[in-house]
């Protein structure tokens, strides 16, 4: 299913070059390599450089699952294929917690 799936974004140029997390060979290493030589090549030229940098690893954690459902569509995925993902969201639940030393937090997300 995963192979499909990928197929039928890469032929129908769904995904950026960009998005290195969710193709093939394309690994966080290759990020890393692409920006370093940007910098690089930036300073060579007596550019400056900023930068800002985000943590959203856990942000797929407050998808809502009909967004991705209505998602997968405008991606053509439709029929069983739809049905095949939707029913392995449906149901599932993620929970986090943080702590500090004065609050506990818990965030509860999914259908």
């Known amino acids: 299913m ?3 799936l990928f197929k039928l974004l890469h032929n ?11 193709q093939m060979k394309l690994t966080a290493e290759n990020a890393t390599y692409k920006l370093i030589n940007e910098i690089l090549n930036a300073l060579k030229n ?8 985000c943590d959203i690893e856990k942000a797929f954690d407050c998808v809502s699952h009909d967004i991705l459902t209505l998602k ?5 995925i ?3 294929d739809k049905e ?5 969201l449906k ?9 500090n030393k004065t609050h506990h937090y818990s965030l509860l997300t999914g259908h």
């Open 2 to 4: 995963q192979s499909r």
């Open 12 to 22: 129908n140029n769904i995904l950026r070059r960009e998005q290195y997390g969710f």
């Open 46 to 53: 007596k550019l400056m450089v900023g930068g800002i940098f």
């Open 72 to 76: 997968l569509e405008t991606c053509r």
């Open 78 to 80: 439709t029929g069983i």
């Open 84 to 88: 095949l993902h939707q029913s392995y």
């Open 91 to 99: 149901g599932r639940y993620q929970r986090v917690l943080t702590y």
